[in-house]
């Protein structure tokens, strides 16, 4: 029975609409208290700091198959580049693709305390399992990768919505994932004849169903279980020039669709990474950005929200379940490339890739993902999010904040390029005068994510009875740093991050691990005797794996915290 | 130039990761400042005064110092990783990574070195005067940028997996060579003057390799075009020159396709 309060602070807390007042924080029993409740225990004196929730991420990449291929693909990520045993931490490997115990620390450092793993392939969810386990003091759930599913490209193609939740509520608790992933839908599956699908509306071979009937109807499997998440998207024809068109094309998808949901989220379509959707031109030649068409359509839309997968021009691997993608990727490279195919469910390739600060192409990305950012409207919908690995690595986040909050960080970045001048040319960048504060900080990096993933009730806030995950960071916002580099210096190292009650960081440095813990949506919507039949002829005639062996079992998840929804469609 | 003396002791009982041991390391000290420098044995962290005996003291700046290193050395690695100036001089053999990722300076082994010998060399000059083991000049594991600079010579026999994606530099082996020269090669020059089993220039895009001897097994990704008289290391002899490896991508230059070259002496 531990009691904590944090003195003094000045709070940004945007699910209770605090915006950097001076308020103290109670905690009692790893939750959230009214201070007034707390007689006895540690004291913490926040004067002077900047108080937030614990950070919340919506999508990254740290735990599965892929990500353990990346790891095994690149020593070299790993030289001079690992922390030798510290005091209280294990030995931490990796920089692009760090290890799992370097994962948990690094977002500790951060003030982080839960994490979404963007793409579990569902046949191998033992596996991200065993990986939440192993990756210390985060939060973690995981998505299961539908999106070139045949139980789902089936249905969807029979427009059998019932059917595809019967088996969307019996995958979510097959491999104990959160909500539905759909990554370039219909396109991972056609590259299995050669193919790819680059816009929304190019036929699956075989499967005779478009990426468009698959996203609508996901969508409405999603609304039909009510589940805490919506649909998470990448779409088509990611990171080519001209993505722009195809995006709006899929984003149009949720036009008129409401959500029907009990955790609070707003948005039936969530677009990943939208920085690699957002492109204009037709060639690497002429490529531009399309931000300001983006988000001229993204502001005026109620129902969908995004997270920017913002370049951070370092060297790091690319990783995606768009398989041809990779494919393409590597041939534009050169380098090492790894791809696999998951048999009835979805893909995956690795690629390592060199965001260079002298390329233009790679300025030209950075630039788009700063500027939906500072287009954006609603700082509740805009998530703050690098696709880790893929646009750079998570441990970016303290310098993506510096670029927001200071136009100074952007321009003497922007015009210490080699081809400054043509990226200005390609870009609005150089015009935006716009720096974030941190409310909006907050609400790009706990309150916003935590509302649309639909934990907003335990994560993402500091309202009495949620989790007591609590970042501290060095900064006043009545004085702020006048250089730029103290706010990614304060950002990197939290000043406390405390975890279930628990104080695990203090002046940027680990001091405790906790028990870390697997958030996962209990749809209750049942099987029907066709769903059940048809699960089982697959299992028979087409996964190497019997059906019995293929559910996680109970054991295998590591303290699990279930969401229970019951379908309100049902 | 100042001259630091360190003497091994040669009482560990696991190897040695000596990666401290450069003239950029030593520069300005005292032996006894030298002394307090870090090295890890296993996980544990020590110090140099723990493991050599010191005597003398460094220049003011890398380029002025001369380190000479004592005794037995054999389980001893990492010597002169990373230096950029300065000499180091191994009187006797040792481990493996001896200077590995130089960037200039003169590193001198009067003995044998086990292997990753000079891998990702970007400048300056390393030479070994007996052997080395496998990885001589490649890049680390798992990296496709290799050796960019300087020179690499070893007056002895070599194993396998010599200059892996060798982009610029040189590469000179007087002995022979077992398998994997120059696979992945980017650019650069390897010159062998004794023989090579086989697997010379696997996936190369672009560089030259010089064989004196025979090459027992030539890659089938390997074309005879004519040839030449090219001068070498000092001498000029006569070659058949190969252009490969066909089954790899080539980049144009000025409208002319650019391979790798082998060059076997007539
Ligand atoms: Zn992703």
């Given at each position: 029975m531990s009691e904590m309060i944090i003195k003094n602070g000045f709070v940004f807390d945007p699910l209770a609409g605090i915006k950097g007042e001076k308020k103290d924080i109670g905690i009692k029993d790893g939750k959230i208290v009214d201070a007034s409740e707390v007689k006895k225990g540690k004291e913490i004196d926040a004067s002077g700091k900047t108080v937030m929730a614990g950070g919340v991420d919506i999508h990254t990449h740290v735990v599965g198959p892929k990500v353990n291929v990346g790891r095994l693909m690149r020593p070299e990520d790993k030289l001079f580049r690992s922390r030798t045993k510290e005091r209280n931490t294990r030995m931490q490997m990796g920089f692009a693709v760090p290890s799992t115990y370097a994962t948990g620390y690094a977002y500790a450092r951060m003030g982080y305390a839960y994490v979404n793993e963007a793409?579990?392939?569902?046949?191998?969810?033992p596996h991200v399992h065993e990986e939440i386990r192993d990756t210390p003091i985060l939060d973690i759930s995981a998505m299961p990768v539908m999106g070139n599913n045949w139980f789902q490209m089936e249905y969807l193609k029979q427009g059998e919505i019932e059917n595809n939740a019967a088996y969307t509520a019996w995958l979510l608790r097959a491999t104990k994932g959160i909500g539905i992933k759909c990554v370039n839908p219909g396109g991972t599956e056609a590259w299995g004849w050669g193919m790819n699908c680059l816009t929304i509306h190019d036929p699956v071979p075989y499967f005779d169903i478009t990426p468009a009937e698959i996203v609508k109807g996901q969508i409405q499997t999603n609304e039909f279980l009510g589940l805490p998440h919506s649909l998470h998207v990448h779409?088509?024809?990611?990171?080519?020039?001209?993505?722009?068109?195809?995006t709006l094309d899929t984003?149009?998808?949720?036009?008129?669709?409401t959500t029907n949901n009990k955790f609070g989220r707003e948005q039936v379509l969530h677009n990943t990474h939208l920085q690699f959707h957002s492109y204009g031109g037709t060639g690497w030649g002429d490529f531009e950005s399309a931000s300001q068409k983006m988000m001229d359509y993204v502001n005026k839309q109620k129902n969908i929200s995004f997270d920017v997968g913002f370049?951070?021009?370092?060297?790091?691997t690319t990783m995606t379940a768009d398989g041809p993608f990779e494919y393409h990727l590597n041939h534009l490279n050169h380098l090492k490339w790894a791809n696999v195919d998951v048999e009835l469910e979805t893909a995956a390739g690795v690629v390592p890739f060199v965001y260079d600060k002298n390329s233009k192409v790679c300025d030209i990305q950075w630039a788009i993902g700063l500027e939906l950012a500072l287009l954006a409207k609603d700082h509740m919908k805009c998530h703050l999010t690098t696709d880790h690995p893929n646009a750079g690595p998570f441990t970016r986040y303290p310098r993506v904040i510096k670029w927001l909050m200071s136009k100074q960080a952007r321009d003497e970045l922007l015009h210490s390029f080699k081809y400054a001048d043509k990226v200005i040319d390609a870009t609005i960048i150089e015009s935006m005068d716009r720096e974030l504060d941190l409310y909006e900080i907050a609400q790009m990096t706990r309150a916003g994510t935590a509302k649309c993933l639909g934990i907003s009730n335990m994560y993402g806030g500091l309202t009495p009875g949620m989790n007591a995950n609590v970042a501290i960071y060095d900064l006043n916002p009545e004085d702020?740093?006048?250089?730029?580099?103290?706010?990614?210096?304060?950002?990197?190292?939290?000043?406390?991050?405390?975890?279930?009650?628990?104080?695990?960081?203090?002046?940027?440095?680990?001091?405790?691990?906790?028990?870390?813990?697997?958030?996962?949506?209990?749809?209750?919507?049942?099987?029907?005797?066709?769903v059940e039949r048809d699960i089982r002829e697959k299992f028979l005639k087409y996964y190497t794996v019997e059906l019995e062996n293929y559910m996680v079992f109970d054991d295998h998840v590591y303290n699990t915290v279930p969401l229970e929804v019951e379908s309100p469609a049902a | 130039m100042s001259t630091v003396t360190i003497t091994s002791k040669g009482a560990h009982e696991l190897y040695l990761e000596a990666y401290n041991v450069t003239p950029d390391a030593f520069a300005g000290k005292t032996a006894a400042e030298i002394a307090e420098i870090e090295c890890h044995e296993g996980n544990y962290k020590g110090t140099l005064g723990e493991y050599f005996d010191i005597a003398g003291s460094a220049g003011a700046t890398a380029e002025e110092t001369t380190i000479i290193v004592n005794g037995d050395c054999k389980k001893i690695k990492r010597i002169g990783q990373k230096m950029s100036a300065g000499n180091v001089i191994v009187e006797g053999d040792c481990d493996m990574y001896i200077g590995g990722w130089m960037q200039g300076g003169k590193l001198l082994v009067k003995g044998n070195v086990d292997s990753f010998c000079g891998i990702a060399m970007a400048g300056g000059e390393l030479t070994v005067e007996g052997s080395a083991q496998n990885h001589v000049g490649s890049a680390y594991r798992g990296d496709w940028r290799g050796m960019t600079g300087g020179v690499l010579r070893v007056k002895g026999s070599v194993g396998n997996d010599i200059g892996t994606f060798i982009n610029g530099g040189t590469i000179i082996i007087e002995g022979d060579a077992f398998i994997h020269v120059s696979t992945h090669g980017e650019g650069g020059t390897i010159i062998v003057k004794g023989n090579v089993e086989g697997r010379v220039g696997g996936q190369m895009v672009k560089g030259?390799?010089?064989?004196?001897?025979?090459?027992?097994?030539?890659?089938?990704?390997?074309?005879?075009?004519?040839?030449?008289?090219?001068?070498?290391?000092?001498?000029?002899?006569?070659?058949?020159?190969?252009i490969g490896d066909l089954g790899e991508r080539h980049p144009k230059r000025k409208g002319q396709i650019v391979y790798g070259n082998i060059y076997k002496k007539l």
């Open positions: 793409a579990m392939p569902p046949l191998h969810s779409g088509n024809n990611l990171g080519n020039p001209g993505s722009a068109e195809t984003l149009k998808l949720a036009e008129g669709i370049v951070t021009l370092d060297e790091t702020m740093p006048k250089d730029p580099e103290m706010i990614e210096s304060a950002f990197s190292r939290a000043a406390y991050m405390i975890k279930d009650g628990v104080v695990v960081v203090e002046n940027g440095d680990v001091i405790a691990t906790t028990p870390r813990k697997t958030i996962w949506t209990d749809a209750k919507y049942p099987l029907n005797e066709l | 030259d390799v010089y064989v004196y001897g025979d090459i027992k097994y030539m890659m089938p990704g390997f074309k005879y075009v004519d040839e030449v008289e090219a001068e070498v290391d000092g001498e000029t002899a006569k070659f058949a020159h190969y």
